[in-house]
């Protein structure tokens, strides 16, 4: 099931111009997203503030031959310290507590094209969802990797919404 989500997100993104665009990859982990949809990018980020997770990521990285993703030791409330290239789209896997308020405010600053939301707790995600200015929900998801438990993996597509829209 953790690959058809990944195909998922693969798809979603792959509907979108990307060729010329950087992909920030929060709450990155080992790299998983990042490294599965660096071939959709000039650039990957991966964003992590557990340095065992940083690590396993360049790892990750070295040993699949994608010179495009960069793994970064970083609290994502901290994106503020990036500087990353535009057009910017962005997946984010927060655990289940969800998106720090910084964060969501950062990105609501930065105005990636589009936000893929991967949710463990679709609560939390019920409650980040309208933090995000400007955005629509273009498509929804939901992939049981938890069989016979009430946890879902929830993935929300948001799409900006341009001026003229609003």
């Known amino acids: 099931m953790a690959e058809k989500m990944l195909e998922y997100v693969h798809a979603l993104l792959g509907k979108h111009d990307t060729k010329q665009a950087a992909l920030l990859d929060l709450y990155g982990g080992v790299g998983t997203f990042g490294i599965i949809l660096a071939d959709l990018f000039q650039s990957v980020t991966t964003v992590e503030s557990v340095p065992s997770c940083v690590k396993a990521a360049e790892k990750n990285i070295a040993e699949n031959k994608v ?92 799409v900006k919404v341009s001026a003229r829209e609003l």
């Open 67 to 158: 010179p495009n993703v960069k793994a970064t030791l970083l609290d994502a409330m901290q994106l503020k310290k990036l500087t990353l290239q535009k057009p910017l789209f962005v997946v984010t896997d927060p655990p289940r507590s969800g998106m720090h308020p910084k964060t969501i405010q950062q990105l609501n600053v930065l105005q990636p094209e589009v936000i893929i939301y991967v949710s463990c707790n679709i609560q939390q995600l019920a409650k980040d969802l309208p933090k995000f200015k400007n955005y629509q929900i273009k498509s929804a998801a939901l992939f049981d990797l938890f069989p016979q438990t009430p946890h879902v993996e929830a993935i929300v597509e948001l």
